[in-house]
């Protein structure tokens, strides 16, 4: 029997996927965030309910929209609404997971998406928050999908745009913000991290095919908690794959 082979965009959409469980609301983002939403929704959660910013409430979409705005995020939908419902059903604990991506992170999970380097004169400018604020401090549960490597998993982010854990333990609470909430996954090229319940550190939960421990330290700054047992991250079936690109048959993000 040949061997399946798929890219690491392909591996990263199918584990985003496997996390959403069905009967679950999923505030979704451009790219690969759709893609694994509607991967999970046409495979193991029918009933997955597709949040997008700009009002598309429950769509089933026929194929991979280029954007949030884009009117197939309206297809089928139980609601065509607006970002202030969308937001709303955020701020009162409606939606369970958001998906975010990010140019630094640290330990605790808070993300950089404004600048790289100081504030009054940065070496770069970035796009800043967008939604991402709202959606990491309100959704339940925040999936993070982004590239590992030092120069990105940081001792400490350049600025925070959106908060994870801040500095550890009780700190998002104290800040006011929803007990409970906070980042659940981070999903990189490499492997899958959680964040561990007593300390909120990042943690590695298993590393991808061919991927070493070594290799999971020589990419981050902070240290990452490692577990004395560490599973390998199960490869896209045929059939995952098979759907991958039908929902995205022009390879706009597969073929990143």
């Known amino acids: 029997m040949s061997e399946v082979k798929y890219s690491t965009i392909e591996l990263m959409a199918c584990v985003a996927a496997r996390i959403l469980e069905d009967r679950k609301s999923v505030f979704v983002g451009t790219g690969l965030p ?9 495979t193991h959660a029918p009933n997955l309910l597709i949040v997008f910013e700009a009002g598309g409430i429950g769509p089933q979409i026929p194929v991979l929209p280029i954007s949030v ?7 089928r939908a139980v609601a065509a609404s607006s970002m202030h419902d969308v937001m709303m059903l955020a701020q009162a604990g409606w939606i369970d997971y958001g998906f975010l991506g990010a140019a630094q992170i640290d330990m605790y999970g808070n993300i950089n998406t404004t600048v790289i380097g100081p504030w009054e004169k940065p070496k770069v400018r970035l796009p800043g928050s ?4 709202d959606v990491g ?6 999936i993070i999908l982004m590239r590992q490597d030092a120069r990105r998993f940081v001792e400490r982010v350049n600025y925070i745009t959106t908060p994870g854990y801040l500095t550890g333990p009780g700190a998002r609470e104290k800040a006011g913000l929803p007990e409970g909430s906070g980042p659940y996954r981070v999903i990189t090229q490499l492997g899958v991290y959680g964040f561990d319940e007593e300390t909120k550190r990042m943690k590695l939960l298993s590393v991808h095919p061919g991927v070493t421990i070594d290799d999971i330290k020589a990419n981050s ?3 990452i908690l490692i577990p004395e047992e560490i599973s390998t991250t199960e490869p896209p079936t045929k059939e995952e794959l098979k759907i991958l690109h039908e929902i995205d048959p022009t390879g706009i993000v597969l073929r990143k």
Do not use: K, V
């Open 221 to 223: 700054q902070f240290e």
């Open 34 to 42: 759709m893609i694994a939403a509607m991967l999970a929704q046409r």
């Open 69 to 75: 705005g884009d009117s197939r995020t309206f297809y």
């Open 137 to 142: 401090s309100l959704c339940n549960r925040t």
């Open 130 to 133: 967008g939604g991402a604020n």
